[in-house]
């Protein structure tokens, strides 16, 4: 497949502008990016996807997201942590059935596709029984999407990643689903509960991602994480906002990453803007959108809450590497996140024709990362293949994905008494 003439934007090593430029794809991943890389696409055989009026960048990689709260979309964007843990986990998450997990993570993952997001971690608690796994990895591989399926308890109450149901699903891994044990961690579980999460993912060869804070059970979680000798360069951490630099210095020594979501950090008050001070230190930044619950699920909106941290802080070509490349290496993904040669084809084309994104040529980069919006997403490419063409997704399911996610939000929403 040829992608022929557009602005193409690659994001690593370091951002560059290439104008009227291909890119060729073989096997679903990058041969060449160039000009003119075809002259004759007959002869050669080749589909061509004509980018002249596109702007053609590397897939967005969104590093934290609760993909099955997709039907509880705003319901609890005026509240903080607090109340979004009594709203939301306490009030709906134990009453999640298999099937409502099934259509959150079918919904949410067709609108990541959508919006650009190739790549996605679903940290997923709701309810550990086999059906209610099964039924987010079927969605998550009947989607299209590239995803670390981070298995974990329910986030209220300390508990432990089930050994045998993590052993289970370890089958379950594709080319494109990667697994990963999603601990309730040093911030909120009891020691040797931390202790036995970790020994399972060092067992089974997958990283742990982790929500963080400096709480009532650790003040300092990640210095007893390295008395332990639990610091894992694999280890992806979740916020943290509340933590002093001397935590993520030992983050970044251990050459972890960070999940940093911007919009519900700042919505549900859980401290001042990470990004720009733990970078500061030294740590892999990446970028992340959490819940729909509180904040927009695109990662437009993720960029634009960077970049107005302001001058300095991160220039938009730093921005975009953070919802792209950025996230890739957070999640441990060698190949995907920039258009090196033999990286997987995860391809965003957005129109650049569109009105909000009109007069933008002079900076294609501060223009996407400023102006474009999920609607602007004309096509989408995971592994090479076509998700979203033309505007529209790919999937002949998502009309039956929307019934099914309004049946569950009635559901919820009835059960839950709210
Ligand atoms: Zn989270």
Redesign the pocket.
Known sequence: MLLRGGVVIDTAPEVVVRREADVLIEDGRIAAVGTGLIADVEAAGVEVIDASERIVLPGFVDT???LSQTGLRGIAVDADLGVYFERVLTGYGSRFRPEDVAAGNLTGALECLDAGITTVQD?SHVGTSDAHADAALDALQDSGIRAVFGYGPP?LGGGAVDPVGMRRIMGRATDRIGLAVAAIGPSFAPFETVRADWELADALGVPVVV?ISSSAQAVDPISRLRDAGLLRPTTLY??GNNLPDSEFKLIAESGAAVSV?PT?EARMAMGEPLAGRIRGVGVDVSL?T??VTTGGGNMFGAMHEVLALGYKTFSAAEVLQLATVGGARALGLTDVGSFAVGNKADVVLLRRTDINLAGGLHDPVGTVVTSAHPGNVDTVLVGGTPVKRDGKLVSTSVSAALDALAESTAYLTASAGI
Do not use: L
């Open positions: 934290h997201r609760h940290f986030p929500h979740v916020h979501t519900v992340g959490d819940v």
